[in-house]
């Protein structure tokens, strides 16, 4: 996806198209009204996310111990010394250098801002007035970081040459950024050289004020050049035990950045904007008004995203639907088959009965009779099942002989005749016990009463009424007690 990049230096302002790792030729605006007209029309024509990249003198770095805070606290912390620092600039960023190991384990800050918005404003208003997504606003300190990642030393000065700004030095401890500042230059490549000569021990001497870095270290000069002005450099440039110079190709650099551009001088302009749209930093001095458009880019993509997620997963849904919906026809199919067949069937017999002139309710009528008159003459399993089972559970009660015979006078309740049996039997292995056997009898009868008979003893094997005689033999062991029973069976409504 093609970028807009903005330069924006002391003395001008430029634009550049960059696409597929390949930064375009730069077009120049004045800083006036006909420049700012231009700058509208060409953002018509290039409506890509910019980003904006400014290397100006008006840019301040403070160094704060500030408490280790949370939330809202260290928001409004945060905003206090913002307001302390740079209350006339809404460019203007914190950032985390490192957390203190000892004592209250407080965060070592670094408070920077853009402190001249006058140079930015008009074209951020032309920005915004065109709705152009800005991503962010980058100062080159900030986005110089990477090119140090993998230099070993704790203690570096990064020096680079932007033709439209100036020698650019930047001090870095243990890979975090301290301190910068540009030195305006006027000429070429003889000009650069001459400057870095003569403002190298300068910077030098404003960090050992810092005691940066510590007394017994060196400090790393690394200088972005092209291998036309190395000479130069070396002749200009003299190493001391303090102080150690190295010199990083900018060809080098541009392979290493997956750059695709072509660098024919030291000016470090189109490799620093190569390196901001590759590896944009998190941290900018744009606010969320500033970078409205870009948050509504994303949103906007998030949306489509969603949408088309959820169209993706409709579309799988709807295949597996259709799908399953498919194997259920296949299963249904033999189901309807034994259906068809089964109502082919149905219809044969149908053809095959005989027709009738009698009316169906006649027909009813009769059906209903039948069933009636079957409860007049129940089968004779209906009527000893029962008891059958109960006398699967007295094994001493012999039976002799059973008959049975319907009696409507014994049928009440039930409106069908009830059936009398009578029942003939002994009791074996009581012996002269007649107590127990009486009252083994009697359990017999309880039985048969719960099980819906209606028990009557006809002839009991011992008569203890007032007109019975009791006698016996007691020289008998093998006397068998005889008894009648008679049982009614009622038909259940």
């Not at 088959?337 to 027909?363: G, K, Y």
């Not at 003893?457 to 062991?477: F, T, W, Y």
Request: net charge neutral; glycine share 4%.
């Amino acid at each position: 996806m093609a970028s807009t990049l903005l330069f924006l230096s002391a003395d001008s302002f430029h634009a550049s198209i960059w696409q597929g790792g390949k930064l375009g030729a730069p077009q120049y605006f004045s800083n006036d009204a006909d420049g700012r007209e231009q700058f509208s029309l060409f953002l018509k024509r290039h409506r890509n996310q910019a980003y904006m990249l400014v290397d100006v003198i008006e840019e301040d770095f403070r160094l704060e111990t500030v408490p280790h805070l949370m939330g809202s606290a260290r928001r409004d912390l945060l905003a206090r010394k913002f307001e302390q620092f740079y209350r006339g600039s809404p460019f203007r960023q914190a950032t985390l250098l490192h957390r203190q190991e000892e004592g209250r384990r407080d965060d070592e800050m670094l408070f920077s801002a853009l402190t001249n918005p006058q140079r930015i404003s008009p074209w951020l208003d032309a920005l915004l007035a065109n709705h152009i997504p800005l991503v962010g606003i980058y100062s080159l300190p900030n986005i110089s970081t990477p090119l140090i990642k993998n230099i070993e030393s704790d203690h570096v000065l990064l020096l680079s040459w932007e033709k439209d700004a100036g020698l650019r030095q930047t001090y870095f401890n243990n890979k975090r950024l301290h301190f910068s500042r540009l030195i305006p230059i006027n000429g070429g490549s003889d000009a650069f050289s001459e400057s870095v000569a003569s403002e190298t021990p300068r910077t030098q001497q404003y960090l050992k004020s810092l005691s940066l870095p510590p007394p017994g270290e060196v400090l790393d000069v690394y200088i972005i050049c092209h291998t036309s002005d190395r000479v130069a450099l070396q002749t200009h440039l003299e190493a001391n035990s303090d102080l150690r110079y190295t010199y990083l190709d900018i060809q080098e650099l541009g392979k290493r950045i997956k750059s695709k551009n072509e660098y024919t001088s030291s000016d470090a302009t189109p490799l620093l904007l190569h390196l901001l749209a590759a590896t944009p930093p998190s941290s900018h001095y744009a606010n969320s008004d500033h970078t409205h458009f870009h948050l509504m880019c994303q949103l906007r993509r998030l949306m489509y995203a969603t949408a088309a997620t959820i169209t993706l997963a409709s579309s799988l849904w709807s295949g597996l639907a259709f799908w399953q919906g498919r194997e259920y026809v296949a299963e249904t199919e033999p189901v309807n088959m034994q259906t068809e067949r089964a109502l082919q069937q149905t219809q044969l017999i149908q053809r095959s009965f005989a027709n009738t002139t009698v009316p169906a309710a006649d027909m009813k009528t009769a059906v209903l009779m039948a069933r009636k008159l079957s409860q007049y003459s129940p089968p004779p399993e209906n009527i000893l099942r029962d008891l059958t089972l109960v006398l699967d559970n007295f094994k001493q009660i012999n039976v002799v002989k059973i008959g049975w015979h319907p009696s409507a006078a014994d049928a009440a309740p039930s409106a069908y005749p009830a059936q009398v049996i009578t029942f003939d039997g002994n009791l074996a292995g009581f012996g002269s016990e007649y107590r127990r056997a009486l009252d083994y009898l009697a359990r017999f009868q309880l039985a048969l009463t719960q099980r819906g008979y209606t028990v009557t003893a006809e002839k009991m094997p011992l008569d203890v009424s007032s007109r019975g005689i009791i006698s016996g033999d007691i020289q008998s062991n093998s006397s068998s007690a005889q008894f009648t029973l008679k049982i009614i069976w009622r038909q259940k409504e």
